[in-house]
Each structure stands twice: as structure tokens, then as C-alpha cells.
């Protein structure tokens, strides 16, 4: 706790806003029925109602209550982009470590099969491949995964190769230990910071990805609320000068600003830079 | 050039000289209040272990500190002028001019993409002392007063084009470029093998004395530096310990620190008590290695007997490192067969048992790339014991405790430590007893004192005897230093460019008649006579002639 309290004391005030910033938002999609006022599929009124003390934002194109969705667009835009980022983390980080310890073919073939992929498109390999296996939360996050993990696995390998080199992982190779034993004790725990600090990034572009795949109606499917989809469905709006529809994409910059701000501070401290 | 001064009124003179370094946000002294006088053409030795902060002298009598560093009190007068606190453009225009700089890695400081010549002529064309042709010819005369070999043409070769001492003649003929009243040169041969340095050493030291130039010469290696100053000052943590002369420095030194540094050199391995022939561990047979086509090693062979120590020297490239590798299976041998208590090894080490791996440790060098920053002590030493001898819970503990002991550190202190929160010596040590968990017959030290200052070295090789000792340990010790073999090996194993040139036991090895090659390797170690060097160019004259 006391070093807790040290770390947050040491943040710059961008770091500090940042950490905030998430931390509002954690709380907020983990007590969002709690939070909002009515629920997230109910039609409580007329559609596009003006902001009033009972619908704070006004309601939707279909009279949900806008405030209501917003709140649990962030549960649902948030575990999604979560999970799919740390299933790509999972995936790029064993095959990127896999590479760079065995090295030869292996290397050879995994570095290939990556190229390949990240050689097409992203967003339109996302498409294709949704429409082949269906437009569900399960589907949607292992493909971004698999395709997030490319660039995992890329930076993974990158930082790995450095590692392998040194002295101690040699020593730890003619003493005859095993390859995970190698990978999990050895070499992840020299890789972490680089890839902890990755990790906030490539949140902030599955979140992308996620909001606009929903944009495109191929993310999160309604009813579920998500932020991609609300500015969608209320995109009209905007032609009469409201701007309730922009509000969920103001959710998704201050994010991603907020994220980028503290990725920033980490690797400020990773790479021990002087300010 | 015309000067105000009177020509004995001092060249460079620092007065009360503080520097601080930032650590963890708080400012602590490197240098503390360090006075020093360099008269016009004196060459003044500055002497110290690592982090008695001589580099950052070096670098404050130019006016500059590296970052993170500040000047915290004090003067340095270069020639009159103030340069602490000077406006940059001042100091930047006597850098080169009037004050260069020969850093210890020349590779490092010259730019790969340029030729060298063009690297040379920059600044005096810069600064409008010469023409192009003009600092070309002049590039030429310097390379021949530094004795490179082709002078007329080795300038218009890149740098990865002539060889480590090579470029660090060329790198002091550019800092001559302008005839600078000046030069620091920072270890300059440090990184250099023996017999090369000779080469460096003695270039340097008639170019300077016959163009008059002033020098400061940073150097951890006394004898060294009484080869090449006029007076010595030697430095301890950011203080002054002593300043002389350099032959009353090294007849008379007055400070116990002097001393002990001075007898550093002086240690042995004390005698046997059995002289009777010990047994052979590992027998070692017309070994052949390579790397893809290029070959490294040809036809080695030799015995290492149980329980003495048996040195590998030879000069970087000779293929010292490799055979180390070879015996470990990590390079696996092309030809011949490596031999352990009358059992062949099999040559990689994938294919050995986890019985024959424990067998064989080594320790390492660079006892920061050796250790995992991430690891504790505790692990790093506490997993081989586990892995190799299966003890867990209070037997692994007390079984790790009891290594820290035997290397001589606390276990109460020490045991929880990251390796960042270690020095170099704790470090190598714990690198020992990493490869002692395992229990091993036969230990290979690949160069465990070369990155260690004099006096842990020497702590070092004391500890090194001792487990022999106590253990019947066996050493197969790779090294380029003469003064360690001197001091603990049994027998000696001359390797060069890939092959066995000379081995028997010490004593034979160095009492004449030698191996030319020996010779050469003997002659080139410097010793503490300030005349050595004089004297070896002077043989060397008369034999060629």
C-alpha cells in the first residue's frame, strides 16, 4: 500500500489524469446497473427526446435512455476490448518468446505465417473473417486477438532475441533446463516492462477496432449497448445540432487519451529516461 | 601562436573541483574537491579504480559533464580562461582546437559511414587553420609519426577497414589534427590486447612528446600510465589520495592506499603441501570447432589434472572463448572428443546428461549479462542446487545460506538482493557460487577478473584458491592476463589464432627458453618501471635492424 501511494505521488499530473480517467471508467462498467438509472434495453419514452431531468441525455432513436446506454457501453466496449487485447497478449507473447528461444525453422515458419497476415489489410480481414464465422462476442474477440497478436508477437520476439543472448540464459540452457522453464523464469520476466507498456496501446486500437467494426454494424450487436453502435444509430442528430451522439465518441477519445497518457509514464520509467 | 602569459604560468589548472551525479532525485558528490596542475608540455597520469571518478575529470578539464552530472564548486583554467560556467560557444571552440579528446573506444567514436581521412580534416578545415589539401597532407605526416603502416593511404580506408589499434593511432592522430595544447586521452588502450597495446602506447607517447602537447592520461593500469606520465595522481572516490612524481610515486608511494594497490600485483597462490602428479579429470583431444565455414580451432589438445588450475591464455581471437564453449557443448566440435573422468562428453550439450552437465560450470565475465536482473540472489544461486541435487524447503535454504558463506557473503545481507543492488565483485562472486551449487568437478573461468578493479581482483582470485583448496575443484581459467596466471595457475596452455602454440606446467612455461610467440605475450605485459617501455621499443629496434 505505502508503495502504492509513493508511485502515485511520483506521476506527473498527465499520468495522474490518466490513472483517474481509467479508474472512473473501471468503476463505472463494474457498477453500471447500480449507476443507471433505468435499463440498458428498456424504452422509456419517445424517441429522441430532448436532455430533461429525467432522461439527463435524452433518449435514442429508439427511446432508450441515452445516459443509461452510455453507461453500459462502457461495460461492454471496455471487457471486450479488454479480453481481446489479453488473449492477444497470450498468443503473441508464447509464439513471439517460442520464436526467439528455438529460433531456426520455427522462427522461420511462425515469423512467416505473421507476415502474411499483417501483409493484409486489418479491418478487412476483420469483415472477412466475421462473415465467415457470424458476428458473436466470442468470435469478435478471438479474431481481433489473433490478429492483434501479430504485432505481440512481432515486439515479443524483438525484446526476446536481446535477452536470449545474454549470459544467464546460456547458463540456464547447459545447466539442462526445460524450454517453458527458460521462457516463464528467465526471459518473460526481463520482457515484461516493454510489453506491459504495449499492452495500454494496443488496447486503445482493439477499442478502435471494436467501436468501429460497431460503427460498422458488425461489432457488438444490438441490444447490447456500445458506443461504436450509438453514434451510429444516432448519427441524425448531428443534422439538427444535437450533440448526444457525439457523446459516446468524446467517451472513446478521452479513453484513449487518458490510456496513452499513462502507457506513456510507463515507459518513461521502463526505459529510465531523465524527464 | 602568441600567448600573454609567462611560459611557465600553468596550461590547465583546476582548483577545489566538485562535480555531483544525480541519483534516485537526489544530488550526490562524484568529485570532491580535487585540485591538479598541468604544465605545457607535461603528460599528467591519473590513476584510480572505477568510479574514483578520473573519467569525469578528464572530461570537466574540458569545461563539459556528462548527463545527469553538474559542477557543484570549483575552477578549471584552461590557459587563463575560465571554463566553468563559459558560454558554450567558448568551450565548444577550444574543443578540437585547443583541447581534444582520444576516447577508449575508438570503434565507437568514429563515425562507420565516413573514411577516415575526412573524419580527420573536419575540424581543421572547420576551423579555418588549414585548407582540405593542406589537412590532408598534414592527416598524412600524423599517421607516420604515429607509426600506422601505409600512412600515405591507410586515411582513405572506413574504419571497420584497419584493425583496434589501428584506429586508435588514428583516433589520436585526429585528435592532433589541430595541434591542440591538450589532449585527454581516457584508456586508451584498455580495450586493446597486450601486444597491440605496446604498438598504441608507444605511438602515442613519441608523437606527444615531439609535438610538446600536454596530456592528461586516464588509465586504471599503473604500469600503464608510469610508461607514459610525468607525474601521477591517484584518485579514490572522487578525492585525491596522493600526487607525485612518477618515479617517486612508484619508489616511494607514502599512502597505505598507494600501496595496496601497488602490491596488488605481487599476489601467489600459496605452494602445495602433496607434490605427487594428480590424476587427469578431463582430457581434451585434437578438438576442431567452427563457425559455419570459418574455422577457430585446430587439432587441440591437452589434460586438465584433478584439482589444479590450468590457464588458457592467448590474445582476443585466439580461440580461447570458443574451446570454453566447446567444453560446455555449446558449440559442438567438428573433430576430436573431449574427455570427462575417463567418459567421452557427447558433444552438444542437449545430448548430455543432466549428470555430465553438472559436472561442468563456468562463470562468466561479465557478471551483469551473467546473473538475471529479475532474479534474486536467492534463486539464482538456490536453483542449480535445486535442479542438480533435488533439495527444497529448509535443506535448500540452508544449503544456499551456506554457499553465501563460502563466497564470503552475508547471507542475512545479501540473500534477498537483486544483482542491480550488488557491485561488481559481489556480483562475480555470486557468479561463483552459482556454479558451485551445482557441485561440479571441473570449473571454467572465462576472464572472471578482467572487469573487476585491481583489488577485487585480487580478493577474487584469493576466494578462487581457497574453494580449490577446500573443494579439489579443478580450473580450467581463460585468460589474457600474464600477472593472473602468474599467480594461481599450475599449468599454462598458450593458445593462437585457433591452436595450442606452447603448454606445460608454469614453471616451464615461463623460464627460458619461450616460444616466440610466448615471448611476445611476456615481453608485452607491462611492468611498474617507468623506463619498460623505453626500453622494450629499444630491443625491439635493435633486433629488427
Same mark, same amino acid.
Given at each position: 500500500?505505502?508503495?502504492?501511494?509513493?508511485?502515485?505521488?511520483?506521476?506527473?499530473?498527465?499520468? $495522474?489524469?490518466?490513472?483517474?480517467?481509467?479508474? *472512473?471508467?473501471? #468503476?463505472? =462498467? !463494474?457498477? /453500471?446497473? %447500480?449507476?443507471?438509472?433505468?435499463?440498458?434495453?428498456?424504452?422509456?419514452?419517445?424517441?429522441?427526446?430532448?436532455?430533461?431531468?429525467?432522461?439527463?441525455?435524452?433518449?435514442?432513436?429508439?427511446?432508450?435512455?441515452?445516459?443509461?446506454?452510455?453507461?453500459?457501453?462502457?461495460?461492454?466496449?471496455?471487457?471486450?476490448?479488454?479480453?481481446?487485447?489479453?488473449?492477444?497478449?497470450?498468443?503473441?507473447?508464447?509464439?513471439?518468446?517460442?520464436?526467439?528461444?528455438?529460433?531456426?525453422?520455427?522462427?522461420?515458419?511462425?515469423?512467416?505465417?505473421?507476415?502474411?497476415?499483417?501483409?493484409?489489410?486489418?479491418?478487412?480481414?476483420?469483415?472477412? $473473417?466475421?462473415?465467415?464465422?457470424?458476428?458473436? *462476442?466470442?468470435? #469478435?474477440? =478471438? !479474431?481481433? /486477438?489473433? %490478429?492483434?497478436?501479430?504485432?505481440?508477437?512481432?515486439?515479443?520476439?524483438?525484446?526476446?532475441?536481446?535477452?536470449?543472448?545474454?549470459?544467464?540464459?546460456?547458463?540456464?540452457?547447459?545447466?539442462?533446463?526445460?524450454?517453458?522453464?527458460?521462457?516463464?523464469?528467465?526471459?518473460?520476466?526481463?520482457?515484461?516492462?516493454?510489453?506491459?507498456?504495449?499492452?495500454?496501446?494496443?488496447?486503445?486500437?482493439?477499442?478502435?477496432?471494436?467501436?468501429?467494426?460497431?460503427?460498422?454494424?458488425?461489432?457488438?450487436?444490438?441490444?447490447?449497448?456500445?458506443?461504436?453502435?450509438?453514434?451510429?444509430?444516432?448519427?441524425?442528430?448531428?443534422?439538427?445540432?444535437?450533440?448526444?451522439?457525439?457523446?459516446?465518441?468524446?467517451?472513446?477519445?478521452?479513453?484513449?487519451? /487518458?490510456?496513452?497518457?499513462?502507457?506513456?509514464?510507463?515507459?518513461?520509467?521502463?526505459?529510465?529516461?531523465?524527464? | 601562436?602568441?600567448?600573454?602569459?609567462?611560459?611557465?604560468?600553468?596550461?590547465?589548472?583546476?582548483?577545489?573541483?566538485?562535480?555531483?551525479?544525480?541519483?534516485?532525485?537526489?544530488?550526490?558528490?562524484?568529485?570532491?574537491?580535487?585540485?591538479?596542475?598541468?604544465?605545457?608540455?607535461?603528460?599528467?597520469?591519473?590513476?584510480?579504480?572505477?568510479?574514483?571518478?578520473?573519467?569525469?575529470?578528464?572530461?570537466?578539464?574540458?569545461?563539459?559533464?556528462?548527463?545527469?552530472?553538474?559542477?557543484?564548486?570549483?575552477?578549471?583554467?584552461?590557459?587563463?580562461?575560465?571554463?566553468?560556467?563559459?558560454?558554450?560557444?567558448?568551450?565548444?571552440?577550444?574543443?578540437?582546437?585547443?583541447?581534444?579528446?582520444?576516447?577508449?573506444?575508438?570503434?565507437?567514436?568514429?563515425?562507420?559511414?565516413?573514411?577516415?581521412?575526412?573524419?580527420?580534416?573536419?575540424?581543421?578545415?572547420?576551423?579555418?587553420?588549414?585548407?582540405?589539401?593542406?589537412?590532408?597532407?598534414?592527416?598524412?605526416?600524423?599517421?607516420?609519426?604515429?607509426?600506422?603502416?601505409?600512412?600515405?593511404?591507410?586515411?582513405?580506408?572506413?574504419?571497420?577497414?584497419?584493425?583496434?589499434?589501428?584506429?586508435?593511432?588514428?583516433?589520436?592522430?585526429?585528435?592532433?589534427?589541430?595541434?591542440?595544447?591538450?589532449?585527454?586521452?581516457?584508456?586508451?588502450?584498455?580495450?586493446?590486447?597486450?601486444?597491440?597495446?605496446?604498438?598504441?602506447?608507444?605511438?602515442?607517447?613519441?608523437?606527444?612528446?615531439?609535438?610538446?602537447?600536454?596530456?592528461?592520461?586516464?588509465?586504471?593500469?599503473?604500469?600503464?600510465?608510469?610508461?607514459?606520465?610525468?607525474?601521477?595522481?591517484?584518485?579514490?572516490?572522487?578525492?585525491?589520495?596522493?600526487?607525485?612524481?612518477?618515479?617517486?610515486?612508484?619508489?616511494?608511494?607514502?599512502?597505505?592506499?598507494?600501496?595496496?594497490?601497488?602490491?596488488?600485483?605481487?599476489?601467489?597462490?600459496?605452494?602445495?603441501?602433496?607434490?605427487?602428479?594428480?590424476?587427469?579429470?578431463?582430457?581434451?583431444?585434437?578438438?576442431?570447432?567452427?563457425?559455419?565455414?570459418?574455422?577457430?580451432?585446430?587439432?587441440?589438445?591437452?589434460?586438465?589434472?584433478?584439482?589444479?588450475?590450468?590457464?588458457?591464455?592467448?590474445?582476443?581471437?585466439?580461440?580461447?572463448?570458443?574451446?570454453?564453449?566447446?567444453?560446455?557443448?555449446?558449440?559442438?566440435?567438428?573433430?576430436?572428443?573431449?574427455?570427462?573422468?575417463?567418459?567421452?562428453?557427447?558433444?552438444?550439450?542437449?545430448?548430455?546428461?543432466?549428470?555430465?552437465?553438472?559436472?561442468?560450470?563456468?562463470?562468466?565475465?561479465?557478471?551483469?549479462?551473467?546473473?538475471?536482473?529479475?532474479?534474486?540472489?536467492?534463486?539464482?544461486?538456490?536453483?542449480?542446487?535445486?535442479?542438480?541435487?533435488?533439495?527444497?524447503?529448509?535443506?535448500?535454504?540452508?544449503?544456499?545460506?551456506?554457499?553465501?558463506?563460502?563466497?564470503?557473503?552475508?547471507?542475512?545481507?545479501?540473500?534477498?538482493?537483486?544483482?542491480?543492488?550488488?557491485?561488481?565483485?559481489?556480483?562475480?562472486?555470486?557468479?561463483?557460487?552459482?556454479?558451485?551449487?551445482?557441485?561440479?568437478?571441473?570449473?571454467?573461468?572465462?576472464?572472471?577478473?578482467?572487469?573487476?578493479?585491481?583489488?577485487?581482483?585480487?580478493?577474487?582470485?584469493?576466494?578462487?584458491?581457497?574453494?580449490?583448496?577446500?573443494?579439489?575443484?579443478?580450473?580450467?581459467?581463460?585468460?589474457?592476463?600474464?600477472?593472473?596466471?602468474?599467480?594461481?595457475?599450475?599449468?599454462?596452455?598458450?593458445?593462437?589464432?585457433?591452436?595450442?602454440?606452447?603448454?606445460?606446467?608454469?614453471?616451464?612455461?615461463?623460464?627460458?627458453?619461450?616460444?616466440?610467440?610466448?615471448?611476445?605475450?611476456?615481453?608485452?605485459?607491462?611492468?611498474?618501471?617507468?623506463?619498460?617501455?623505453?626500453?622494450?621499443?629499444?630491443?625491439?629496434?635493435?633486433?629488427?635492424?
Amino acid at each position: 500500500m505505502a508503495s502504492l501511494i509513493r508511485t502515485v505521488k511520483g506521476m506527473p499530473p498527465t499520468a $495522474l489524469f490518466g490513472a483517474a480517467v481509467i479508474a *472512473i471508467y473501471v #468503476l463505472v =462498467a !463494474v457498477f /453500471a446497473p %447500480l449507476l443507471a438509472p433505468y435499463s440498458e434495453r428498456e424504452v422509456v419514452g419517445d424517441q429522441y427526446l430532448q436532455w430533461s431531468a429525467q432522461h439527463w441525455l435524452g433518449t435514442d432513436n429508439l427511446g432508450r435512455d441515452m445516459l443509461t446506454r452510455l453507461i453500459f457501453g462502457a461495460r461492454n466496449t471496455l471487457a471486450i476490448a479488454f479480453f481481446a487485447t489479453a488473449l492477444a497478449f497470450v498468443i503473441g507473447t508464447v509464439t513471439g518468446l517460442l520464436a526467439a528461444t528455438l529460433g531456426g525453422v520455427v522462427d522461420q515458419v511462425l515469423s512467416r505465417v505473421v507476415d502474411i497476415i499483417m501483409a493484409v489489410p486489418g479491418l478487412i480481414f476483420i469483415l472477412l $473473417l466475421l462473415t465467415i464465422f457470424g458476428t458473436g *462476442i466470442v468470435t #469478435l474477440i =478471438a !479474431v481481433i /486477438a489473433v %490478429l492483434d497478436s501479430t504485432r505481440v508477437f512481432r515486439l515479443a520476439r524483438a525484446v526476446a532475441f536481446g535477452i536470449v543472448a545474454m549470459d544467464y540464459v546460456e547458463a540456464a540452457r547447459v545447466r539442462g533446463e526445460g524450454l517453458l522453464w527458460i521462457m516463464r523464469r528467465e526471459i518473460l520476466p526481463n520482457a515484461a516492462a516493454p510489453l506491459v507498456a504495449e499492452f495500454g496501446m494496443r488496447f486503445c486500437f482493439v477499442f478502435l477496432t471494436i467501436a468501429a467494426l460497431s460503427f460498422l454494424g458488425l461489432g457488438i450487436q444490438p441490444p447490447l449497448a456500445d458506443w461504436g453502435s450509438m453514434v451510429r444509430e444516432n448519427a441524425t442528430l448531428i443534422t439538427f445540432g444535437d450533440i448526444t451522439p457525439l457523446l459516446p465518441a468524446a467517451a472513446i477519445a478521452l479513453l484513449t487519451v /487518458a490510456v496513452n497518457f499513462v502507457v506513456d509514464w510507463i515507459l518513461h520509467k521502463v526505459s529510465g529516461m531523465k524527464d | 601562436m602568441p600567448r600573454q602569459d609567462p611560459p611557465d604560468a600553468p596550461l590547465l589548472s583546476i582548483r577545489d573541483l566538485r562535480i555531483e551525479g544525480k541519483a534516485q532525485d537526489a544530488w550526490l558528490p562524484i568529485v570532491k574537491g580535487v585540485d591538479l596542475t598541468v604544465k605545457r608540455g607535461e603528460v599528467f597520469g591519473l590513476i584510480g579504480e572505477s568510479g574514483a571518478g578520473k573519467s569525469t575529470i578528464g572530461l570537466a578539464a574540458m569545461g563539459f559533464v556528462r548527463d545527469g552530472c553538474r559542477f557543484a564548486g570549483g575552477s578549471v583554467k584552461f590557459d587563463g580562461i575560465e571554463l566553468i560556467g563559459a558560454p558554450r560557444k567558448l568551450r565548444r571552440g577550444l574543443r578540437s582546437s585547443r583541447i581534444a579528446y582520444v576516447a577508449q573506444s575508438a570503434a565507437a567514436s568514429f563515425n562507420p559511414a565516413f573514411r577516415l581521412i575526412d573524419q580527420h580534416v573536419e575540424f581543421p578545415v572547420l576551423r579555418r587553420l588549414m585548407t582540405r589539401t593542406e589537412a590532408e597532407a598534414d592527416a598524412v605526416e600524423l599517421y607516420r609519426k604515429l607509426q600506422l603502416p601505409n600512412p600515405d593511404e591507410i586515411g582513405f580506408r572506413y574504419p571497420h577497414q584497419v584493425s583496434g589499434g589501428q584506429l586508435q593511432r588514428a583516433m589520436t592522430a585526429m585528435a592532433m589534427a589541430c595541434r591542440p595544447d591538450l589532449i585527454i586521452f581516457d584508456e586508451p588502450t584498455t580495450a586493446l590486447d597486450v601486444t597491440t597495446q605496446i604498438e598504441v602506447l608507444s605511438a602515442i607517447r613519441d608523437a606527444v612528446q615531439s609535438l610538446g602537447t600536454a596530456a592528461i592520461y586516464v588509465s586504471h593500469d599503473l604500469a600503464v600510465v608510469a610508461q607514459m606520465a610525468d607525474r601521477v595522481m591517484v584518485l579514490r572516490n572522487g578525492e585525491t589520495i596522493e600526487e607525485a612524481p612518477t618515479r617517486t610515486m612508484l619508489s616511494s608511494p607514502r599512502q597505505d592506499y598507494t600501496k595496496s594497490l601497488w602490491a596488488v600485483r605481487s599476489f601467489k597462490a600459496p605452494p602445495r603441501q602433496d607434490a605427487a602428479p594428480a590424476s587427469t579429470l578431463m582430457k581434451i583431444e585434437k578438438v576442431d570447432a567452427a563457425y559455419g565455414e570459418h574455422k577457430v580451432l585446430s587439432g587441440i589438445s591437452f589434460d586438465l589434472p584433478k584439482g589444479r588450475t590450468v590457464a588458457v591464455v592467448g590474445e582476443s581471437g585466439s580461440g580461447k572463448s570458443t574451446l570454453a564453449r566447446v567444453i560446455m557443448g555449446l558449440l559442438p566440435a567438428r573433430g576430436g572428443r573431449v574427455e570427462l573422468a575417463g567418459k567421452t562428453l557427447p558433444p552438444g550439450y542437449r545430448e548430455r546428461s543432466k549428470a555430465e552437465l553438472r559436472q561442468v560450470q563456468m562463470v562468466y565475465q561479465m557478471a551483469d549479462t551473467a546473473l538475471n536482473p529479475r532474479q534474486r540472489v536467492r534463486e539464482i544461486v538456490g536453483r542449480p542446487i535445486r535442479f542438480y541435487l533435488g533439495l527444497t524447503g529448509k535443506a535448500l535454504e540452508a544449503r544456499t545460506r551456506q554457499l553465501l558463506n563460502d563466497i564470503e557473503l552475508d547471507p542475512a545481507v545479501y540473500l534477498d538482493r537483486l544483482p542491480s543492488e550488488l557491485s561488481g565483485g559481489q556480483k562475480q562472486r555470486v557468479g561463483i557460487a552459482r556454479a558451485l551449487a551445482a557441485d561440479p568437478q571441473l570449473v571454467i573461468c572465462d576472464e572472471v577478473t578482467s572487469s573487476l578493479d585491481q583489488l577485487v581482483a585480487e580478493s577474487m582470485l584469493k576466494l578462487l584458491v581457497r574453494l580449490q583448496r577446500e573443494r579439489d575443484l579443478t580450473y580450467m581459467f581463460i585468460t589474457h592476463d600474464i600477472a593472473t596466471v602468474r599467480a594461481i595457475a599450475d599449468e599454462v596452455v598458450v593458445m593462437k589464432e585457433g591452436v595450442v602454440v606452447e603448454s606445460g606446467p608454469k614453471d616451464e612455461i615461463f623460464r627460458p627458453p619461450h616460444h616466440p610467440y610466448t615471448e611476445l605475450l611476456l615481453s608485452s605485459v607491462p611492468e611498474m618501471d617507468p623506463d619498460w617501455l623505453s626500453r622494450l621499443t629499444a630491443r625491439n629496434e635493435n633486433t629488427t635492424v
